[in-house]
Each structure stands twice: as C-alpha cells, then as structure tokens.
C-alpha cells in the first residue's frame, strides 16, 4: 500500500516569503507528526495531530510556523515570513492510534531552502 | 530533560565485519527506546524499540539492540554488516509521559568493499 507522501519534496524559497508543506499520510492512520531536521541532526519534534485538531504543537518554534489537519487526513504545514534559518527538511509522520507503541512511519521529506 | 547522546558522528566497517553503534540517554526511569534508519532519498524507517521486558530486541535487517540500565544505554549491533546497510542510524527516546520522540543526533554508517 501506500506510505506517507509529502509534496513538494524541493522547495526553494525567498526569505521573507510564505510556504506551505503538505503530508498526506497513510490512510486510516488517525496520528499525524511533524519533525524538522537541520543539517547534522536528528528530527526534531514540531507538532502532533490527533484526528483534526493538534494534541500537542509545543514544538512549533515561534508563531510563524502553523500546520492544520481541516478533515483529519492531510495536513498542511504553513510558514509565514520564512527565515534563513528555517532551512531544514521537513518531515511528515502517521501512525494508526497515536501513541508510542504505535509505530510511526515517515515520508521522505520537504527538503526547504530559505535564500 | 531527557536527552539522547550519539558519541560517533561517523562509522566506516568493511562488509561482513559486525557493527555495534553506540546510543546513551539521559532520563530517571526507564524510556521508551528506538533505533531508526535513514537512507539517502528514504523516509525514517523503524529498525526497533524496547518497551520493556527481554532487554535484547530483535529489528529488521538482521540488527538487534541490548537495552543496559545500568549504563543507561541502548546500542545497535549486527553480527555482519551488508553494503546496502550504510546509512545513517538515529537513536531516540520517549519518557512515556507524552507521545514526543526525541532524536539523536545521529550516526552516519560507512561501509567499505
């Protein structure tokens, strides 16, 4: 079956500008993270999604950064005014229930360019 | 906080030589543990993950961790490394009191012929 996709997989970008970052993840899989990973380190929590509303956004790192899940399938990451240093590939995760004994299975990630 | 240390940023093995990938963590109790792969142009994929019980978990790919408490460590071993293991091996935590995983940072595993 399908895994989890993401779109676009390049996203080059001007600093100042607006991005959005799209997951789809595998169907019926009502758990939806999203990890960040800059150059050299491990993915970094961002946001979870249970069904359509947000469980947990504690990792968004300041309010320019916003993800929605309208119908509780594909969500849609948002980054207002992009910096430089929002340079990272951006990854999308599901999992059936949520929960740590669910695995969580990823996409192959938004590799996103702040010029 | 809990924390996840890699101490190798980098491994080069020749094929067939065993591998052992070294994961310590910072946590009172004891964590939910995982080890992930990641391949160029590929998604994280699970290797394994301890919960509890038998300390020595068995993966995918042939690979097993040994989940030590007094050492608070989890390292990743394969008694013979193929080429197409060469990627990078991330060791991660979740305390259980919320559904974050946190990463380490890491190790990116080289494989000579």
């Known amino acids: 079956g399908a895994g989890v996709s993401q779109t676009p997989s390049n996203k080059v970008t001007e600093k100042g500008k607006y991005v959005e970052l799209r997951c789809d993840p595998i169907?019926?899989?009502?758990?939806l993270y999203w990890y960040r990973q800059s150059l050299g380190q491990g993915p970094e929590f961002l946001i979870y999604?249970?069904?359509?509303?947000?469980?947990?956004d504690s990792g968004l790192p300041n309010d320019r950064f916003f993800a929605v899940r309208p119908e509780g399938s594909v969500s849609t990451l948002k980054i207002q005014r992009t910096e430089r240093g929002d340079s990272a590939v951006y990854l999308c995760a599901s999992s059936f229930g949520g929960g740590l004994r669910d695995t969580q299975y990823f996409g192959p990630g938004t590799r996103l360019t702040v010029l | 906080a809990q924390s996840v240390t890699q101490p190798d940023i980098h491994i080069t093995v020749s094929e067939g030589a065993s591998l052992e990938l070294r994961c310590n963590y910072s946590?009172?109790?004891?964590?939910?543990l995982f080890w992930y792969v990641q391949s160029p142009g590929q998604g994280l994929q699970l290797l394994l993950k301890?919960?509890?019980?038998?300390?020595l978990v068995q993966g995918i790919k042939g690979f097993e961790a040994e989940f030590k408490r007094s050492q608070s460590s989890f390292n990743l071993r394969k008694p013979s490394v193929h080429w197409s293991d060469a990627a990078e091996y991330f060791c991660a935590v979740e305390t259980g009191r919320d559904d974050k995983i946190i990463f380490g940072k890491g190790t990116r595993l080289h494989i000579l012929p």
């Open positions: 999604f249970q069904g359509t509303g947000a469980a947990d």
């Open positions: 169907s019926g899989h009502t758990a």
């Open positions: 946590y009172g109790a004891t964590p939910y």
């Open positions: 301890y919960f509890s019980g038998d300390t």
